[in-house]
Nanobody, 128 residues
């Protein structure tokens, strides 16, 4: 059974850091592109960062560029989102999602509707 489980969320002060993890099971991570999405209260879900199955291609939303870093360890079946210089506007529930692509591909979609598998989300609150 394919599963994604996010962890690492919590309460942090502005300017602080968190590292989110997306632990996957039930599939070979090397065949999947991974996206991190977030949804703030009263807002639509938005794409934050994406990484290809080869890990050679990444993408970031303009709002997080230079502050967030996505990475993956296929051997550990885990994808990470390092979040630095956090701002109150980063407060949201963060989700990781997976979509099947070619093995060791440089491709990743940015449309959430193309992602087939989703985790349950982890809450991030940035507040003083």
């Amino acid at each position: 059974q394919l599963q994604l489980v996010e962890s690492g969320g919590g309460l942090v002060q502005p300017g602080g850091s968190l590292r989110l993890s997306c632990a996957t099971s039930g599939f070979t991570l090397g065949y999947y592109a991974i996206g991190w999405f977030r949804q703030a209260p009263g807002k639509e879900r938005e794409g934050v960062s994406f990484i290809s199955s080869s890990a050679t291609s990444t993408n970031y939303a303009d709002s997080v560029k230079g502050r967030f870093t996505i990475s993956r360890d296929n051997a550990k079946n885990t994808v990470y989102l390092q979040m630095n210089s956090l701002k109150p506007e980063d407060t949201a529930v963060y989700y990781c999602a997976a979509v099947r692509v070619a093995y060791y591909s440089t491709y990743f979609p940015k449309n959430e509707y193309e992602y087939d598998y989703w985790g349950q989300g982890t809450q991030v609150i940035v507040s003083s």
